[in-house]
């Protein structure tokens, strides 16, 4: 059945033929799960659970979101969207507190070869950008999508994706330098 095209594959799973969904979750399972813990920072079990409800959701009320697939996107782009949306009604549930006891984020190192420090930087940073810039940047790099998925995702020109993810990459590249030279500077008096 892999021959037959996601179109073909819908069609037969509102037909009632449960290998075909086996099928079209066999091509899009792990892809998903791999954008979604990459574009939202999920745990493997976060993104697996996500991943999960978007197949779940397929399936209720007799294959109605299955039925509204148009074609007009690709099922990968479709499924990100859905997962996208999954993740995003999940963080309204449950906003994220930050501790400011928890001291388990290490201090910046005056040391930029510190794999670990500048893995958290660059997260921090990330967080730090607004939405419109961040989410290209991380559809393409985490997620994999091409500009045109991208902008077919975010239903913007593909040019407005490649200047949001080079002012992205501008900002970032600010925000971590800014970082990196207060923290060589720390304890130095500022004379502006």
Known sequence: MSELSDLQLIQRITAGDSGAFATLEGRYRQRLTGFLKGRQQ????????VTQDVFTTLLTNDYAALRG????????????TIGLRRCYRRQQRQPQ???AADDSTPEPSADPTDSGVVATQVRQAMTALPEQFRTPLMLHHFGGLEYHEIAELLGVPGNTVATR???AKRRLREMLTEENGRGRNHGAVATN
């Open 42 to 49: 999920l745990s493997q079990e976060e993104a697996e659970d």
């Open 69 to 80: 697939f148009e074609g007009r996107s690709s099922m990968y782009t479709w499924l990100c």
């Open 97 to 99: 507190v930050v501790d």
């Open 165 to 167: 993810i080079c002012r």
